[in-house]
């Protein structure tokens, strides 16, 4: 009877505890969290509202946390405590961090505004609030869309972290051009989701309503749990009709908007400058060589090119420029083949190099583009290493006749060095992100500038009506691209005429274009789909970067001028930009105010050493919602410098990452997805992995005695008759009744009828025949030695592909089954016609260097 009592007891305190947690779970409650977006001639005004009720019997702390674009200006932030508002006020950097610092020696909070990833920013503000309160957060931001590949896009990141009573996404479009294709495409959706979507569209209109129900929200009906975590996208393009563009007006401003297709491309001349120093091993130097197999094979057969490799040398691939006939690009992709990575770092001499090569090039088409491309992932270290003495010499040898990109891989390099050289040069900077997709990024810059169908185009207006002009001559224009003029119209005039002269490829052209003032203004007099004056914010959007994209190339004295200009657009436009912040004020008794400043790509590298997201409380509960937040990859941030590594959790607690290496690791064909691969069973003879009929290959491998890793593997090529034994002891190489012994204490490359085998000293070994997959295993050093196998240019696969590793690259997709409860963490992968179930987990990445943080992977056992 006394243990019958003691149970019962037992039983009810445990109950009570269960209430409690869940209580205290649920005590900050979003109840209502709306995006609402307006897009009017690409200009996007975009306003998230957040609602949130203290459900506790005491004071919790609220999170407001907003990933917005970096392309973005903040315009507006408040909160709202129980009917009193606290809002957030632009003023000069300067003065503002004058007093944030005073506020920050007195021991109040940081920064609200970080870098989180390539597109993003990440807005964060806490309060703490009463029991039973409610607050309100209000953020507005602005944005021009910009159009690249031929789309416009907007980029809506997602992920309240809770189920919400009234969640909406609400865009609205208007395009006066009219709406020529629109698509919406998202990261999270399901059957039940889709079902909360609607999309109505005219001729100029379009309307996107996402309401999904709390039920429709839920990962599953027992589970409380969100589905909502990811990217939510719009993509559109409008119609063109004039020659000339589209001219529209609005309250005195104007906007032209010009984007010629269906143009002859120009012929490109392009040097390639790569970056092979010692900093480049490993991954970096193999996605590099991945991406620039695939930019080869993108090349046109009019095009000419060529290749200059630098670390603390400079050499060159040929010593002139060579056409893109197939068997040139053969070569090429030859030579690509064999980069490898070692010593300094000498960028000076190596684009010296190539501005001479173009200079002396010869027999080049009469009407050609000249470019140069940077890929970079370090600091000058060798020759000559002060940046500015750099960017004067280049600046000087270019002279204006052809443009420098330049590509800065990772956070080692100094962005503002390459962003002034290359704004110098007529060119642009772009950061190439460590991350598996990297390849991808620098195909994708690739082609953004592989079309140009326009150059030397001049936009041309009456001087005497238009007032504030955007900058109006431009050198070079891409297919898919858009150039925008903006200006004020000063006079009261009828006509609004311009003419465009520009050089096609087979033509000098001159375009005009006369728009009637008053027809354009009553294009825009339904207020219901515009926000404000839009073009005359647009134009002040537009000529703050410009002001501030000049201002990074001026001298000392110029730049001053400039960033004096752009503050004051800043201010009298009420944008967060480089030049000004926002104090965010908070109620008596808290941290009395927080600052917003806006980070640029260089801000990027004072914090790489540092987490991105703020720390969760642990002593207090802390509900926090994430909307616009990261990709499932940004949840690990990483410390660099062999630091260990931590996830932040909803349930804000710090928990360890996994250290593991996993068995066997690939990246799904097509797919920017990771599968981390665990054998069952000890030690065998022999495993299966991989089979290829028409590649005439074989991989098999045996685990290890001690540690159930792979310690050997076996490649068997049909065509030539070869096999590659390799342990962690030594590789073999086996060829007409002959073998060649390499260690792995040193580097070297053997080669038997076309088969490439090269060894870098404790760290890989390749395998590489022409039109084959190539074989990558990768020597680890981690307790027991091990070896880690993988393969790149995985399209070379045939259908016919098997094995316990091979069924992966031509039978496996992930899918979906209502039938079938899964956790946030959880997928299904359909692989030859078999369902599995896979669990993200976090692995060490064999293929990066072994001081690399873990990475994201979906796990699954198989059987060999």
């Known amino acids: 009877m006394e243990e019958r009592r003691l149970l019962t007891l037992m039983v009810f305190s445990l109950l009570i505890v269960l209430a ?26 975009t306003v998230i509202t957040s609602k949130i009720v203290n459900r506790a019997n005491e004071s919790k702390e609220a999170t407001f946390e907003v990933e917005l674009p970096k392309t973005a200006f903040i315009t507006n932030f408040s909160m709202s405590i129980d009917g009193k508002v606290y809002p957030g006020i632009i003023k000069e950097k300067a003065s503002a961090q004058k007093e944030y610092d005073a506020a920050v020696s007195r021991g109040q909070s940081a920064g609200l505004v970080k870098i989180t990833d390539r597109k993003l920013e990440q807005f964060h503000v806490s309060v703490s609030i009463a029991a039973t309160s409610k607050v309100t957060f209000e953020l507005m931001y602005e944005e021009l869309l910009k159009r690249q590949l031929g789309k416009f896009e ?59 129900t709390v039920e429709q929200q839920k990962i599953n009906p027992e589970l409380d749990e969100t589905l909502l975590n990811g990217d939510f996208v719009v993509r559109y393009d409008v119609k063109r009709g004039a020659a000339a563009g589209d001219i529209q007006i609005a309250n005195g401003y104007f906007v032209h908007y010009f984007a010629p297709h269906e143009m002859p491309v120009f012929p490109k001349n392009v040097v390639f ?24 094979q993108d090349l046109h057969p ?91 010499n280049i600046q000087k040898v270019i002279n204006g006749k052809f443009a420098l990109f330049c590509l800065g891989f990772g956070f080692d390099v100094s962005y503002k060095f390459l962003e002034k050289m290359a704004l110098s040069n007529e060119g642009i900077a772009r950061r190439i992100y460590e991350n598996a997709d990297a390849a991808l990024q620098l195909q994708g810059f690739y082609q953004e500038v592989a079309t140009p169908i326009l150059m030397k185009i001049e936009m041309q207006y009456p001087e005497n009506t ?48 006369e728009a009637n003032v008053k027809e354009k203004e009553q294009v825009f007099q339904n207020q219901s789909y515009i926000f404000g004056n839009f073009i005359e914010k647009l134009w002040a959007y537009l000529t703050i970067q410009q002001l501030l994209e000049k201002s990074i190339s001026a001298q000392e004295e110029n730049k001053k001028t400039l960033e004096a200009q752009a503050l004051e657009l800043s201010l009298r436009y009420s944008f967060v930009t480089p030049l000004t912040s926002m104090v965010v004020t908070k109620p008596a008794g808290q941290s009395q105010s927080e600052l917003a400043n806006k980070p640029t790509e260089a801000d990027n590298e004072k914090l ?34 062999g630091s260990p590594a931590v996830r932040l959790t909803d349930k804000t607690r710090a928990q360890p990452l996994a250290h ?62 070869a096999r590659i034994h390799a342990s962690t002891d030594e590789i073999v190489l086996s060829h007409n009744n002959q073998s060649i012994q390499l260690l792995w204490t040193e580097s070297a490359t053997s ?8 060894v870098e000293k404790e760290r890989s070994l390749t395998a590489s025949l022409s039109d084959t997959v190539t074989v990558k295993i990768s020597f680890v050093k981690f307790l027991d030695n091990f070896l880690g196998l993988y393969f790149l240019n995985t399209d070379h696969f045939s259908d016919k592909v098997s094995g316990v590793l091979g069924q992966f690259y031509s039978k496996a997709k992930f899918g979906s089954d209502s039938n079938i409860n899964l956790r946030a963490d959880e997928r299904l992968l359909s692989v030859s016609g078999s369902q599995h179930k896979v669990t993200r987990q976090y692995k060490k990445d064999y293929r990066l260097e072994s001081t690399s943080g873990p990475v994201p992977c979906w796990s699954i056992d198989v059987t060999p």
């Open 466 to 513: 238009i007032e504030g002009l955007t900058k109006n001559n431009f050198k070079l224009f891409f297919e898919g691209s858009e150039i925008i003029v903006s200006g004020k119209i000063s006079n009261e005039i009828d006509l609004l005429p311009v003419e465009i002269r520009a050089q096609s490829h087979t033509s000098d052209l001159t375009l005009k274009e």
């Open 660 to 721: 593991e290496y996993p068995q066997l690791l690939l990246q799904l064909p097509k797919q920017n997805e990771i599968i981390c691969l665990n054998t069952h069973g000890k030690a065998q003879p022999s495993v299966h992995l991989l089979s290829d009929p028409e590649q005439g290959l074989t991989v098999t491998g045996k685990l290890g005695d001690r540690r159930n890793r792979f310690v050997q593997f076996e490649i068997t090529y049909v065509n030539p008759p």
């Open 608 to 641: 790489k050493n540092f987490p991105v997201r703020a720390k969760a409380p642990v002593t207090k509960l802390s509900s926090r919602y994430f909307l616009l937040a990261p990709k499932d990859d940004l949840d690990v941030y990483r410390l660099r410098g």
């Open 154 to 212: 907007l980029l809506i990141k997602v992920r309240p972290k809770q189920l919400v009573k009234q969640f909406q996404i609400d865009v609205h479009i208007f395009e006066p051009q009219g709406i020529c294709f629109l698509e919406t495409d998202s990261t999270f959706m399901t059957n039940e989701l889709t079902e909360a979507l609607t999309k109505v569209q005219n001729e100029t209109k379009a309307h996107i309503l996402f309401k999904p």
């Open 273 to 296: 400058v790569i970056d092979r120093s010692g900093s480049m091993a490993g991954r970096k130097i193999e996605q590099t060589r991945d991406a620039l197999l695939k930019i080869l």
């Open 302 to 392: 009019e095009d000419h090119f060529s290749f200059i490799t630098f670390n603390n040398k400079v050499v060159e691939w040929k010593s002139s420029l060579l056409q893109a006939t197939a068997e040139n690009v053969a070569s090429a992709a030859g030579f690509v083949r064999t980069l490898s990575a070692s010593g300094g770092t000498d960028i000076n001499r190596a684009l010296l190099t190539a501005v001479s090569m173009l200079d002396k090039a010869e027999r080049l088409p009469e009407r050609s583009v000249s470019m140069i491309i940077l890929l970079t992932d370090g600091q000058p270290t060798s020759g000559e290493v002060n940046v500015e003495v750099i960017q004067e």
């Open 20 to 45: 409690e947690t869940i209580a205290q779970k649920h005590a900050i409650e979003i109840y209502s969290l709306h995006v609402d977006c307006k897009v009017t001639s690409r200009f996007a005004h």
């Open 751 to 758: 080669t038997a009828q076309g088969l490439r085998v090269s």
